[in-house]
């Protein structure tokens, strides 16, 4: 999006979006990788998944998704009536880029005995076109539910597919993309950082790459790795995901100390994701202002894409199997 700064000059961002979010009857999400002045100005803070949940669930007629591209994509899946807004369209995923959407239906039709677990972030394109979503917290789960024998196409993330092929004994076909901002911790800078604050747990996101998981004491969501750092008896915790998530944790328990994992030469910002960085004060008030861009597609393409979904939270709340769903191949 251009935006011209300098028509903005003398305005209080803050105020101004909390009228606008008055007068168009809007509510702000902010996931945990937004900037923490985004944060603390939004209705709801958390990850993807929960935040569409949310934002469902109450009667605005407008979100501002304060995250990427996908995650405004599911919100407007699952809340087809309201308007949804991204502060920047070019918001987008490492992961989502990985995978277009005409190169997974190939590799697909390659593999026609698999069926397709597809993690959160892709593309609503690349959702229509698997037969369960999963997040990173509902991963598991669903994955015990699936007959052994049954092959298993897992996208976009290699990392993330590989951790739970190793603590779940599958042998998941995995897509080769991956997160930058998790493939950017470094396992020797780690290991230095843990010699320097012994017995400091790590919390680190699945999408690690193996080398960095394999020093965690905690492996798990974005949610789980907070809940972990409150709960966890520890003073010091170092965090191997993006960090501004620390923020949430610093307003809970201000007593702690809360490190970042730190990237290849120990303390570049190589671990915050450039996409998140897009969203600002200045493009939230102009996107709540004019109610653009606003995140649009298909109706065929909505529903397509919501049936994997549907069919995620149907087996994470364990009212339906695998075989309920017909899609043993």
Known sequence: MNIATTSLAGLDLKVEIDRLRKEKNAVI???????REIQDLADFVG?????????????????AFCGV???????KILSPEKIVILPDMDAGCSLEDSCPPEEF???????????????????????????????????EAILKQIPMDQKIIFAPDKNLGAYFNRVLGRDMLLWPGACIVHEAFSETELLKLKAQYPGAPVAAHPECPPAILDHADQVGSTRAILEFALSSPSQTIIVATEPHIIHQMEKAAPHKKFIGAPGADGNCNCNMCPYMALNTLEKLYISLRDLQPRIEMPEDLRLAAKKPLDRMLAMASGTVGLGDLGLRR
Request: hydrophobic share 45%.
């Open 29 to 35: 999400l902010a996931h945990y990788y937004q900037a």
């Open 47 to 63: 990850d993807s998944l929960d935040l569409s949940r949310k934002a469902a669930a109450t009667d605005a007629d407008v979100i």
């Open 69 to 75: 591209r996908f995650m405004a994509e599911v919100a």
């Open 105 to 139: 239906r190939k590799f697909r039709e390659a593999h026609p005995d698999h069926i397709a677990l597809t993690y959160i972030n892709c593309s609503a394109a690349v959702k229509a076109l698997s037969d369960i979503i999963v997040t990173s917290s509902s991963a």
